[in-house]
């Protein structure tokens, strides 16, 4: 077993037999967790053991990605304000009374749509590394190794497409049946006009959704653990859906009980991580606003605060975020490992890993003995 995959090992269970009367031995624990099957508990604690230990390399990837992005999609958005630059003033300007040609409006609608697909393109990319950074990185901790940024940098980017590819395959499967429902449900009202059957159909919509969306969670759970296998097994995206599936089959009330609470564990603490920011950035944006005059444009000093605010604000949301999809592709990537020590015998996996990795103890030295004297009474006297 090399160090950038977990192949199958179908073995026994982890630990020995218990002795007659006495507690079950104690699981070995390398890393952040316990090599048996985990409880929720053991997922959390495991999470943030993680986090905690692992800091310094998932912040450098995450602002690393960041850094790349956020350029990318500046440039993206600069591209087409420049080329649409002559149809703004006549569509958001137009002359009293009239309304702006086709000629300049279609251009604008045209650049928004190919924007908003390359932006989403890039999210989605840049998404990609973080979520196949989290398993990377649990993968070190739980084996209890030390972690670098430049392997891991590497490894992220690597696995990014795979990885993008797994999610967007698990997301359209998981929405399809939303997706259904709105194409069979919009094309209906738009055909009934104003009348009482559009009020109908406007009332029927929930009672769709009743039946889409459940079906869309149990889809979501049962391919959740694609990112996981995307990375830790080097498969690719459909190959990570079937493994995702087979995994959770049989465990579906669990994984989607243990995600749920992990979620909304991860929501609470990303709130808490935006409230100081928020608070300080309204603090400072509240002498921008009485500051400013009746008439007339706002001090150099009112602006510095309100661009010293926003930046605040806009900071507060990115941590915010940022803990929140990391943690839960951590939580995930837990699962991933808990399923496979219960069903495939991983715990065995990793100890014969690292007791092929450990180096070999030197041999023993031999005893030291002292040098023989010479016959008794060969001293003179």
Known sequence: MTQNSWPGAHGGGWGGAP?????????????????????????????????????????????????????????????????????????????????PAAEHVVPLVVAAVVVFVLLMAIGVLGMSVIAALCPAVLREAVMGRPTGFRALWRSSVRRAPAVAGAMFLS???????????????????????????????????????????????????????????VVLEGAGPVTGLRRSAALVRGEWWRIFGYTLVAGMLAGAIAYAIQIPFNLIGTFAMMPVLQGIPEHGTPSAGA??????????????????????????????????????????????????????????????????TAAPHGPAGDGGS
Do not use: C, N
């Open 303 to 368: 602006i510095a605060a309100a661009v010293f605010a926003v930046i605040l604000l806009l900071l507060g949301g990115a941590a915010g975020q940022v803990f929140q999809i990391g943690f839960s592709h951590l939580a995930s990537a837990m699962l991933y490992v808990d399923q496979r020590m219960r069903r495939e015998g991983l715990a065995e996996a990793i100890l014969a890993d690292l007791a092929a990795q450990a180096p070999a103890a030197p041999p023993a030295a031999a005893p030291v």
């Open 19 to 99: 002795q007659w009367g006495g507690p079950p031995p104690a699981a070995p624990q390398p890393g952040v967790i316990p090599l048996r099957p985990l409880a929720l508990g053991d997922v959390i604690t495991g999470s943030f053991a993680t986090v905690r230990a692992h800091w310094k390399t998932l912040a450098g990837v995450v602002l690393a990605v960041q850094a790349v992005v956020l350029p990318v999609m500046a440039l993206v958005v600069g591209i087409a304000v420049a080329a649409v630059h002559d149809h703004l003033g006549p569509v958001f300007d137009p002359p009293f009374g009239e309304d």
């Open 171 to 229: 997301g359209l499967i998981a929405g399809s049946p939303v997706f259904l429902v709105l194409a069979v449900w919009l094309p209906l009202v738009f055909s009934a006009g104003s009348g009482e059957g559009a009020l109908a159909l406007l009332g029927f919509l929930p009672l769709l959704m009743l039946a889409a969306v459940p079906l869309a969670v149990w889809l979501g759970i049962r391919f959740g653990l694609a990112p996981a296998v």
